[in-house]
């Protein structure tokens, strides 16, 4: 665990030009190079690259898994059956029913009937380990984000997560370094980056039609009442996390617009993040 921890103090105390080097891809590795030879990199010997600059080979078709085919799961599928070049081999949820409705749309859309996997929260494991997978999209309760998506890459398998991907620390290192270590990717799928306003508003600022942005703000507005006491879906578990946890538990809706804007990554980054809430 040495390397990890390195790697850790390494990020933590290098400086905002550092930081900027080493994630917006002037220092770090690229296709060929390993993450050994990036400062802070893991132990000589080690062969895996760094995230940045990781990109796999195209797929002319997406073989595509789905875990977690609720609200949020089963929105996803219909927007993947609208899709070319991608099939739906697999889904994955402990509601058998839920299950079965979906596999209906997916036959009713003139596809092949995906293969279920019901048998309980971990039956996760028996669906990536199925060698006709690419990408496994990820859309289960917040505990498991990171459980499944380390356990897809570990088979082999690119893995898509819903926000947030992690909400803890070590939750993101893991994330972070399994990908490294498998050379997969690792998404996490902010929609609110690919909003039309949200685009529309990047757009303008690259045209400079907004000139140099001195300020933003970006917030999580959203009344989730219905939803958190529907006593079904997401209201199973996630009415939970805002009874026992303090603090901006979504931030990315607002934070990731404003960072595209502001060229958060790819030539400037953030020197600190205050997160505030209500008591």
């Not at 929260?121 to 990171?146: G, I, K, Q």
């Not at 890459?153 to 939750?171: I, L, Q, R, S």
């Not at 009344?223 to 979504?250: C, M, P, Q």
């Amino acid at each position: 665990m040495t390397e990890r921890l390195d790697r850790r103090d390494f990020l933590k105390g290098a400086t905002a030009a550092g930081l900027g080097a080493a994630f917006a891809g002037t220092g770090a590795a690229r296709g060929g190079e390993t993450a050994a030879q990036c400062p802070g990199g893991p132990a000589p010997g080690s062969s895996y690259l760094t995230a940045a600059g990781f990109a796999a080979p195209p797929l002319e078709r997406v073989r595509l898994a789905f875990v977690g085919i609720g609200l949020q799961g089963g929105s996803h599928v219909r927007n993947f059956l609208a899709i070319d070049g991608v099939d739906i081999v697999a889904l994955c949820d402990i509601d058998e029913s839920r299950a079965r409705e979906v596999q209906r749309w997916v036959v009713d859309a003139g596809r092949p009937a995906p293969e279920l996997y019901t048998r309980g929260e971990t039956d996760y494991r028996r669906l990536c380990e199925r060698d006709d997978v690419d990408l496994v999209f990820n859309a289960t309760p917040w505990r498991w984000h990171v459980p499944v998506c380390v356990e897809a890459m570990e088979t082999g398998k690119h893995a898509a997560v819903e926000v947030p991907a992690a909400f803890t620390v070590d939750g993101c290192w893991q994330l972070v370094e399994t990908a490294e270590r498998r050379e997969r990717h690792c998404v996490m799928m902010e929609n609110c980056c690919y909003g039309r306003a949200e685009l529309m508003a990047l757009h303008m600022v690259r045209k400079g039609l907004l000139g140099e942005l001195l300020h933003a703000e970006g917030a999580y507005i959203h009344d989730l009442r219905a939803i958190k006491f529907s006593g079904k879906n997401e209201g199973l578990w996630r009415l939970a996390h805002s009874v026992t946890r303090n603090g901006n538990l979504y931030p990315t809706h607002g934070l990731g617009p404003l960072a595209q804007c502001l060229d958060v990554n790819r030539g400037d980054q953030f020197d600190f993040l205050v997160s505030m809430s209500s008591a």
